[in-house]
């Protein structure tokens, strides 16, 4: 119960973060040093980095996406951030409460290559999730320098992605025998990487531009979702942990 009051909290410091000016941005650093100090104490509870289950992963993705507040919101200035920003963290930090919290360890997790995977992959989710709160904000405002900043966070994002189907391949392969196998899982995650390899390619040779282009990098984000969460309750998976 302890638990579920702390990511409640946690979720709400973020959301009271739309109340804007100074007080919503209190409040949502708040939320930010809330987040991080509860990971922290989940790390030296359990003497490992918490990622091996989704209630952590989901918390980890909510922080690093908060950061982004001190680059976008702060260092840029750019208007209606906190318009949008809480609503990716609180509602990812939410998520987490839907989650089966974890507290045991594979131990064909207990791998340098099963963590690199998971800390790549979280990054890159992040930077996904920072690229959809700017592409909103390119539609909301039609300025062109948002939707070229949503571009290059979902061009690192996947880059992040990339390098974490590697290492999980690896890992995979040490603790499996297998660098892959073709379940309902990994076969989203695979669509979710051609798709937002369709949208980079796109926008490169200027074929896509625009609103377009934007919506496009939009709908990646709700893929990357579902292949995340809503892939194992409705298709099933064996890989339910993480």
């Known amino acids: 119960m ?6 409640l909290f946690i979720s709400t410091l973020y959301a009271l973060g739309m109340l804007g000016g100074r007080q919503g941005s209190a409040f949502f650093v708040a939320g930010m040093v809330v ?23 989901l918390l980890f993705i909510a922080f690093v996406i908060s950061l982004s507040y001190f680059y976008l919101h702060t260092a840029k200035r750019i208007e209606g951030v906190m318009n949008v920003l809480p609503l990716f963290s609180a509602g990812l930090s939410l998520l987490a409460v839907f989650q089966e ?8 997790m207990n791998s340098p290559w099963f963590y690199l995977y998971m800390i790549l992959f979280i990054i890159g989710f992040s930077l996904m999730g ?22 290059r966070f979902i061009l690192a994002g996947w880059l992040f992605f990339s390098f974490a189907l590697i290492a999980g ?14 379940t309902a899982k990994e076969l ?9 390899s369709f949208y980079l390619h796109a926008r490169l040779v200027n074929s896509m531009k625009g609103a377009i282009a934007s919506e496009i990098g939009l709908a990646g984000f709700g893929i990357m979702l579902f292949s995340y969460l809503g892939v194992t309750p409705i298709l099933g998976s064996p890989w339910t942990q993480f």
Do not use: C
């Open 188 to 196: 989203w995650t695979t669509i979710a990487w051609f798709y937002y």
């Open 169 to 182: 391949s690896v890992w995979f392969f040490l603790a499996y025998g297998v660098y892959w196998l073709w």
């Open 130 to 151: 920072i690229g959809s709160v700017t592409g909103i904000l390119y539609l909301q405002k039609a300025v062109q320098s948002l939707e070229m900043l949503q571009h």
């Open 101 to 108: 919290r974890i507290d045991t360890i594979s131990p064909n």
């Open 2 to 7: 302890s638990h579920l009051f702390v990511v």
């Open 35 to 57: 987040n991080l100090s509860y990971l922290v104490l989940r790390w030296g509870l359990l003497n490992r980095l918490p990622v091996t289950d989704r209630f952590d992963i």
